[in-house]
T-cell receptor, first 115, second 113 residues
């Protein structure tokens, strides 16, 4: 089974701090994704990576950056955390071996609170 | 533009009954995929079922089936013989020849005894 592991289930940080959310997958997937989830808005894509050191902006990249130095690890960075970044953050991965339209496999999520 | 619409914010169903969760989509692509995910209160997103746009038969996975009506652009999830453990948020999602998924806003299902 695919295992996507996010480093923290719950995280509390202060406004202005630099925050790192880490995600690791063990299935050698090419694609990795970061989403944020807010009530009534569903999941919104922040950033996407289809290879090491490659990244693509999603729908809401402002205030975030990402890093993918190794295939299995994809980090989301909040450069200067703000209260409007309080949310649930979900990491996912998927394969490219069988072309497009593949399911994504998700981690357990990180509930981030910015005070 | 691609879009997924789930019009039911919440649904109730009695244990052992069947329930249908609605999903409509909009895309101009001929090749696309439709997905359903379950999110329990603990937060993890669990992949349930997939339907390809060229699949002629409706997808089934255990108690889950996807009622795919291409002309109506609908991909409803049917859960048969509901169980208390089915209480969760359910998200419909679509990809249209990309690696990315577009999600609906979700339906909260509550199963009561």
């Amino acid at each position: 089974d695919v295992k996507v592991t996010q480093s923290s289930r719950y995280l509390v940080k202060r406004t202005g701090e630099k925050v790192f959310l880490e995600c690791v997958q063990d299935m050698d997937h090419e694609n990795m994704f970061w989403y944020r989830q807010d009530p009534g808005l569903g999941l919104r894509l922040i950033y996407f990576s289809y290879d090491v050191k490659m990244k693509e902006k999603g729908d809401i990249p402002e205030g975030y950056s990402v890093s993918r130095e190794k295939k299995e690890r994809f980090s989301l960075i909040l450069e200067s955390a703000s209260t409007n970044q309080t949310s649930m953050y979900l990491c996912a991965s998927s394969t490219r071996d069988r072309g497009y339209n593949q399911p994504q496999h998700f981690g357990d999520g990180t509930r981030l609170s910015i005070l | 533009a691609q879009k997924i619409t789930q019009t039911q914010p919440g649904m109730f169903v009695q244990e052992k009954e069947a329930v249908t969760l609605d999903c409509t989509y909009d895309t101009s692509d001929q090749s696309y995929g439709l997905f359903w995910y379950k999110q329990p209160s603990s937060g993890e997103m669990i992949f349930l079922i997939y339907q390809g746009s060229y699949d002629e038969q409706n997808a089934t996975e255990g108690r889950y089936s996807l009622n795919f009506q291409k002309a109506r652009k609908s991909a409803n999830l049917v859960i048969s013989a509901s169980q208390l453990g089915d209480s969760a948020m359910y998200f419909c999602a679509m990809s249209d020849n990309t690696d990315k998924l577009i999600f609906g806003t979700g339906t909260r299902l509550q199963v009561f005894p």
